[in-house]
């Protein structure tokens, strides 16, 4: 077991903290360049529904067509019940607020005043609720429709101003709707089927380290490990959702999920000491990953009858008998469900600060767009409700995503219209090159959480550019409009929510460590093995979220008065612990180690 932060000199400490992971150039790349598995296929159906959602957009002649195709590309999950669930529950959602929007339209015509105060009052509030419920991933793109159906009011005839205002917003979420419905259901496979999937790949990357352990596959089983079963949960929970899968089945396949994270885990371990697998321990491992890729599972697993020499493979091995043995109901603690708001919605204020701050953002843009009289960058109010966010760590280290994402969106688009679209006559090559930058942007947006951001700002650039009109454009102005337009509102959300109430990344470390704490906990007073590989998927998880909170706090600027030298040593013990967290967590897949209450006190303490 590694020494507590404690033991470790200044001179180490810091050294540790120079070699975490950051959000560099390099590191960027490598994400960009990642195949990780699944990916590939994610990001085709994603362009293959942004061009469906163009295709059917120019036959409706619906106008600003990159609203809903960035509704598309923001929304589109990878199964197809996650797909036909959100867009069912978006498009519920918009019944009721057309009905609000009418009468908002109504209150506001011909009344400049009224108008920015509704405007103003519907940011505060769908920022709001991005911040303080569960309505999140939607809120953002929510407000942004509804804003900018209001904002669109100037630009159509008055007599008919309130009907097509009305079917704008409708058809800005219904067009990307049915297409996530109706061709979700087509091309996106079932969540079973990626659960599967997702086991056999942890299988495969297990059997390639047992046999040929190289630093780059190292390095890829890591970051696979890192992100623990929830994204395997969450399939669980969407197949349950068909009806066509049997309980003990899923039962089965979700003990296998967390089962299949804990062998990777091992794998490692063994890798990196440089152990040597029995052929009968990979015989064991591949006929299983044989089962798993058919969509099937092993309903018995009989583990090598010679033991392994190998410590850690010995224990590996013990793993096997319960891979696909569910917890039995009476071991299963029931779980407590959340409510829509969050438990701090009303009582902390950086929920009503956030939403202060995307007001002013969003109030700032539309008061340049209407004094400049240029309406051509009303996309800088569109980019505020798409790049604002909660901390001042996150905003700096997707800065550099963000410009970077938006420029090359916008240059392809710049591009496409010199050299592309004069030589399209028709609609087919108009919807290849769409389909092209979306399978790029969609690429970038599939891979890691890290640099899925860029994704979607190349996207946002590239069809606020040259989805204008019908059918391909020439149109340089309107092109170089949007572009300055994205660029304002970048800046404008940028200075506001770095300046007023700056959120430190800092701040959020403490409880991301305590629910690792939590979990280090429960996995050492678990009853069973499968308690405790399902305890150790969840500190996966949550381990790679504090990771990704320690690298924000690491861009942060230091505030003004405070040690500097004390809050790199904080930032290095943190890291410590978060190591040490780490391998206690697989060291308890193994053993319960003597005095580990008193460990995990001790790291808690640490990390104060």
């Known amino acids: ?339 829509f708001f969050a438990p701090d919605a009303f009582s902390n204020p950086d929920h009503i600060r956030f939403a202060v701050k995307g007001t002013a953002a969003v109030m700032s843009s539309y008061l340049l767009f209407k004094m400049l009289d240029w309406p051509g960058i009303h996309t800088c109010i569109i980019t505020c409700f798409i790049v604002a966010l909660p901390t001042t760590g996150e905003m700096i280290s997707k800065l550099t995503l963000r410009i970077t994402g938006a420029l090359i969106g916008g240059v392809i688009g710049i591009l496409s219209i010199i050299w592309v679209m004069p030589h399209l006559d028709g609609i087919t090559g108009f919807l290849v090159l769409v389909f092209g930058v979306s399978l790029l942007a969609a690429w970038v947006k599939a891979g890691n959480q890290r640099i899925a951001y860029a994704g979607f700002q190349i996207g946002l650039a590239f069809y606020l550019t040259d989805l204008n009109g019908y059918g391909p454009t020439s149109d340089m102005t309107t092109a170089r409009d949007r572009i300055v337009g994205i660029m304002i509102g970048n800046f404008i959300t940028y200075a506001i929510f770095t300046s007023f109430w700056p959120a430190s990344a800092r701040n959020l470390v403490p409880a991301k460590l305590k629910a690792i704490f939590q979990l280090l906990r429960k996995q050492e007073q678990a009853p069973t093995i499968q308690q405790r590989e399902a305890l150790f998927a969840q500190a996966q998880s949550a381990l790679d979220a504090a990771k990704l909170t320690l690298e924000y706090t690491q861009t942060e600027p230091v505030n003004p008065g405070a040690s500097t030298q004390q809050l790199q040593h904080q930032l290095a013990t943190w890291h410590s612990t978060l190591i040490q967290a780490d391998h206690l967590a697989t060291t308890l897949l193994e053993d319960t180690p003597a005095h580990t209450t008193a460990y995990i006190e001790q790291l808690e303490h640490n990390a104060q």
Request: include cysteine; glycine fraction near 6%; hydrophobic fraction near 50%.
């Open 1 to 339: 077991m590694v020494p507590p932060a404690t033991d470790l000199s200044p001179e180490q400490g810091e050294q540790d903290r120079n070699n975490s992971p950051k959000l560099t150039l390099s590191r960027i790349w490598a994400l960009v360049c990642n195949p990780a598995p699944g990916r590939l296929g994610y990001a085709l159906r994603m362009a293959a529904g942004c061009t469906a959602t163009v295709l059917v957009g120019e036959v409706w002649q619906v106008p600003d067509l990159a609203v809903p195709a960035l509704v598309t590309m923001a929304l589109w999950q990878k199964d197809r019940v996650t797909n036909a669930v959100a867009a069912i529950g978006l498009n519920i959602i918009i019944l009721f607020l057309l009905a609000f929007v009418y009468g908002l339209i109504r209150l506001t015509l011909d009344h400049p005043l009224w108008l920015i105060i509704v405007i103003a009052l519907l940011s505060f509030g769908f920022f709001f609720l991005g911040s303080a419920s569960k309505l999140k991933p939607v809120a953002y793109m929510l407000g942004l429709i509804i804003v900018y159906a209001l904002i669109a009011i100037d630009q159509v005839p008055v007599g008919e101003i309130v009907t097509r205002a009305v079917l704008y917003a409708d058809l800005f979420l219904a067009v990307p709707g049915a297409v996530m419905v109706v061709l979700g259901l087509f091309i996106c496979p079932s969540p079973k089927t990626l659960l599967t999937e997702g086991i056999t790949e942890r299988l495969k990357l297990s059997i390639s380290l047992l046999q040929n352990p190289d630093p780059a596959l190292l390095d890829h089983a890591s970051t696979l490990l890192n992100t623990g079963a929830s994204e395997m949960m969450r399939n669980v929970k969407m197949a349950k959702l068909e009806k066509i899968w049997s309980p003990q089945d899923l039962a089965c396949l979700q003990q296998a999920a967390n089962a299949s994270v804990a062998v990777l885990a091992l794998s490692c371990n063994a890798a990196r000491s440089g152990a040597t697998a029995s052929a009968e321990l990979l015989g064991t491992l591949t006929e299983m990953v044989t089962i798993f890729a058919q969509g099937d599972y092993p309903t018995s697993i009989t583990p090598p009858a010679n033991p392994e020499k190998n410590v850690t493979l010995r224990n590996l091995a013990s793993l096997l008998p319960t891979f696909t043995t569910p917890i039995t109901e009476d071991s299963k603690k029931s779980e407590e469900k959340s409510g």
